[in-house]
């Protein structure tokens, strides 16, 4: 299974490697990762890849807890979601 995870929030030192750690720990594998910094805000847009089988709630929400000790929005939506609602 394919997800896209952003994140946003001000920029600081350890953003992407917080977010990497979290991932390796749930086994999830990075496929591809576009990140910028506008003015003083961070902005990172993951293709994901994870075992169909995983538990897709506990992921986002593991992730909604290293964003909020970091101190930024981390989401995390199912490719096939992420696409149809992003259709033209």
Request: avoid cysteine; charge should be negative.
């Amino acid at each position: 299974m394919r997800a896209i995870l952003t994140v946003i929030g001000k920029d600081k030192v350890g953003i992407i490697a917080g977010v990497s750690q979290k991932l390796a720990a749930l086994e999830i594998n990075i496929l591809d990762v576009s990140q910028t910094i506008m003015d003083d805000y961070f902005t990172m847009m993951m293709m994901l890849s994870m075992d169909k089988n995983s538990d897709f709630e506990k992921i986002k929400s593991e992730l909604n807890e290293v964003g909020k000790d970091m101190g930024v929005s981390i989401k995390v939506q199912n490719e096939e979601i992420f696409n149809a609602m992003h259709k033209l």
